[in-house]
């Protein structure tokens, strides 16, 4: 046990030699798995190669597989696949469901998973799965953490994402290297499962006071103030918030923001829907009374029923919109 | 009618010369009236005199009008008596009912206002009482401009609160003359009733950062963040806001904050249910849909009926914690 | 001034002596007014002549007042002019301000009403504003009670409105002789404003019982349930409501409500808005915390803001449907 | 298989003779299986035996166990050894996890069950779960049905309870002649799941209903009105709902209810909000929106955490009662 783990640090110090700028034949050799490259998984692997890291990658979607080829990555035909062959893995797919199957599945990750492999899991899912999953990984001696990210696609393009990382703090060293590759702002917050808490806590917060935001602005509209005024005032008062001084939903307010390019781009109503609903899961099999939380999500469910589905999030000024119809 | 517009323009530079820094004997002749001395009235009334105003105040308790003579103040047996000896006038009174009484009743300010008078009501009323008020005071040739604060009660002794001041624009010079001598900030919102607008408009964001900071700090504990860190997370993140990176809800996470001093001192919680209440009645009367703020309303309504009134409002906190029992 | 009480008795059952069947010169003489001839108001002045009265009446729309002259009714210039003529009065109007206009203003009913008048208030407005009402009445002399309806347009039209009566005790009797004639359930509630007490209270739990059931529904059909069968399961059991297994908001459920009409006639959704807005100003007058009372009024706001105004009430079941779109 | 299936038919139908009341020595000798003994699950048994069936059971506290043989009952050392033996098991658990555990785990009913065995599980769990179960059941040659039951400990002592089926039509027949010797409503909602769902749907209606009727009761006498006749007008009109007119929240109103008896007895508030929980999770898997169904989950996680868990539902009156303190 004690061999297997100090070989795995080495196998692993080797395998992101490349990240820390140097270079060696081992190096070359090693191989980081990749599984899942749509829209956020695409541009990190890519990132991960810019960085030096050979990798093999598998998806469900073999155009997207194509892809990553065509950039000089190699693939495999499954999960399993992928984990017989490396020691350190990503993972980036959309919900639990996926990562269980990912995993857990006929030819799932850990049918073939080898001992010491280190397993960063960047999906945002529930902290339950992410345990679940870390455990069954642990019976075959193998280290899982969750690593959700903030950040969005550009942020993915632009290898400037911030982890939010579960999990063992001396496995930590290793996944901030590899991590470090894709994005600029690695933060251990303790135990697996725990990443997944951080992300899903901040995503309600955000929930909450654009929805507020939202319906302040639109509130002292109609009372007769100016919408620059008004979020003036917010941002020198302690109405402040992000999304009142950064991300401001009032068409007009701010430029470079959704909001002032008709609410494309940015972060989607229906995937705030699935974060708030991650949040309300967990908040209620931890018995957590969350009550702005818990309407924020219906909120959200009910932009998804009226068609702002694809819309940034900061649209739900406009479904609160006294005047829209 | 130009005549008398003149006329006040120029007692009004007179009656602020003092705090324009240089002195006259007309200066010392002319008064200012104050009606409402309570925890904020009275320290505004003392900073007026520090700056070297003379003033003649009325409150329905005469120990607090006591107070203010022995500091060197004159006083009048009702708001009319005061009116009748002013040409500038500040109040700051409990709420709508108070104010309009004052300015209206029998024995109110408008029964012998004379023309041109500036009346600054820095009380927090609903918008609509506020722009009614100035209608029958208009009909008198008065001006009357909403001024409600922010800031509390230690602001209001320093000498350092906000004004948001709701009025006509080419009275706003003679305003911001007066009530810089009780505070640092003055915000001209535009017509009146917007400083109400303001006012009530940062408050309920307020309230919904605050208890979705709570809610999401609850959450994150109960899914194994340390506070600390997670407040970090957030205020380095989309969920900053105010109420978490400044007014932290949670004992232990910052210093010198009512949460960290058994949530004593501060904004009570039921002072913060009657902004959200005036909230409420202006989301009502103008049909906007505020669900957030409806629901914080109801949340610090709830807190005043468990006991919570007179605990600062980042209380909440503890009000909504699993294992507080 | 017993006197005069004892002069409106005598006046008020001569008044109402077609009412009781049986015919004398005095009833032919003795006219009951009648302000605001809309949907509601209209056909229940047409009743009153079916009844025997003779009314004298006033609108702001002349088609209204002509419509009912055309019937046989006499009119009047102003509610003043209506005043000046009876000892009986009822008047039916939009809202508070309109009520309040129709009483108090310049050319409002007090300004001529006699001595001894009977006020009857069908209108439904804010429990205050009718108190109020009331005190200004009582000055001069006269009675105002509150007598809000429920039962829609039909019920006006067949005379069988519930009336919800809030006055003196000692003047239910007169009031119930006139209201029968439009009414077949009158109810006394209490002191002024306990008419309309109950009329927003009920509307309250209507609207809350209709959300709950159509959320209910929309999550059972969702599960794999038949919404008939559904329907009877909670009509069986403790989810029994009226919006459940009288009027049910799911279209194909049950004949002849709304819901399988397109969700045209019956309570329109912006009405509900306008009684859901009454309960929470007396909510927060009363400090009085009601959660789900108040985000019942914010979704119905939110129905208006998209397109629901006219729609029965019930098409919250079609505003929250997860397919809809 | 399809001789298997006709020998369950063929067994099973020799397993209820008792229950139609004719008696063989098949019937004498063929055993039900019973799991979980608690406030429930005890009677259930009870009754199970008083109507002729011989029982074998199994729970984690040996005293009930215990109890339940010295009413004649044999016993076995786990679920799976329970199921070894029967054709024909019950099972009556506190939560999804139980069951989970219960069926699928080392020791559970799934490691020895026979071919054909009918498993009537009438514990309230997730949907999402009983399918799941269903699904292992079937891969064994079981049938797995979903048997919630409303009525609470009074009905199980009586027998009168009402039981939500979900499961296969063909299999309802036998399902229907066991539970009938425990209730006296059977209702056949489905396939599997379906059972779950009209529970769960049930209670989130009835939960909404009686915080709506609370709220209102509370503002009502707020305004002034008569409690019970307050009630008598809801209860004649639309508000009308189970809670307002058979078990009305408020002390006084009626007799023979909890509110009448310190809010002891009845449905204690943590089990509804455990109900309301399943609502929200089976809702947030489905995204349907059920804002009033969440914010009354809320509201009982809150009672929860403020000392209301083992109150009936009904107290949610007291918690939200604007003088408590």
Redesign the interface.
Known sequence: MLQSSMMHTVRRLVGSAAAANFSSSAAVNSKVGFIGLGNMGGPMAQNLMKKGHSIIVYDISSSSVEELVGSGASSAESPRAVAAQVDLLISMLPNSANVMECYTGAEGVLKEVKPGTLLLDSSTIA?DVSKQVAKFAAEKGAVFMDCPV?GGVNASKDGTL?F?VGGPANEFVAANELLSCMGK?I?H???V??GQ??KI??????A??M???A??M???I?????PK??AG??N?????????D??NPVPGVMEGVPSSNNYEGGFGSALM?KDL?L??????N??????????????Y??M????YSKKDFSSVFQF??????
Chains 1, 2, 3, 4 share one sequence.
């Open positions: 902290p903030s911030t939010m702002n933060v917050c303790g135990d499962g725990t808490a951080a806590c901040n995503n309600m917060l955000l909450i006071s929805i507020g935001t319906e302040t639109n509130l002292g109609r009372l007769g103030l100016d005024l008004l005032i917010l020198s008062s302690s109405g402040r918030c992000w999304s009142s950064v991300y829907a609903g949040a309300q899961d967990a908040a209620t931890s018995m957590t009374p969350t009550p702005l939380g818990s309407l924020a999500h219906q909120l469910r009910m998804q029923t009226s068609g609160l919109q006294p005047d829209q119809k």
